[in-house]
């Protein structure tokens, strides 16, 4: 079987102002919160996902509500920025006004790898940035949202791995998950550096990752407004069953396939230490509640389902 991911599935973040940062996804940036859930892993803490209108895969953007969490202080061997695709440079002049009226501020607009990008943080510090994506491919804007469709988040773009050194990121990315090596640029914070980008599927601003070469920077400690893992996209659970035997079969230590009800993952760390997921794009966010009331009520997996009203009654309202 030729084992290739389809693009960037999600990006997970981590959040200590769980209600701040509901109101900053949802009424600045204009997403729509597709599922209102708990980590599956500690059930006393909120996981949200924003995405588009159709809980696209590759449109999820998701935070754990760890609300004791210090600030992230960072460096390298993380991920140290997540791209948010819109289309067009009148797209991104409406963000500079937008996230100026919201008191936001931003880097001015500049090429980045060639493409028009718009550099900012969210409240708590977490790297952003909007990036032009011509128009390539579907994009679902939501109705509930008061950001002009044709300038909504159309999805996710690429992620930035920063690393000390290349070559161990970049075999797991090549040699491991089947990524193309397809070009570099200079890094726009540190000219001396260089920025080497990957691409997967049928490649675009949705499929790559770019991985900079920072080896003068601290290592990052891991924190609120820092970003936990970044997930890949795989199209089939025939394919899904067949990326576990593969890196099994290449000593990867995995998490093991793991059942998260809206989509099946398979957690590894890179050599570097960056957290990878392999996900499958379905059975999807409407799997247990109507495409047109998603994130409504709290969702819960079946097996935690029992405990609703003890979960229910330990969380914040957001």
Known sequence: MNLQLGGIHHVSAITARISGNHAFYTRVMGLRLVKKSVNQDDPSMYHLFYA?????PGSDLTFFDIPRAAPEHRGNRSI????LRVSGQAALEYWAARLEDNYVAHGPLHLRDGRLTLDFEDPEGLPLSLVDDGGRGEAYPWKGSDVPAEYQIRGLGPVMLTV?????????????????RVRAYVHPDDTTAQVHVFEMGEGGAGAEVHVAVRPDLPRTYPGAGGVHHVAFRVPSEEQYHAWARHLEAAGVHTSGEVDRYYFRALYFR???????ELSTDGPGFATDEPLEALGERLAL??????????????????
């Open 301 to 318: 997996p079946p097996f935690l389902e029992s405990r609703r009203a003890e979960i229910e009654a330990k969380l914040r309202p957001l």
């Open 52 to 56: 588009d209108a159709q809980a696209t």
């Open 164 to 180: 000390p050194e290349l070559h161990p990121t970049a075999r797991v990315l090549t040699d491991l998950l089947n990524m193309r």
């Open 270 to 276: 890179e050599p570097q230490g960056i957290l990878f």
């Open 80 to 83: 140290s920025r997540t791209f």
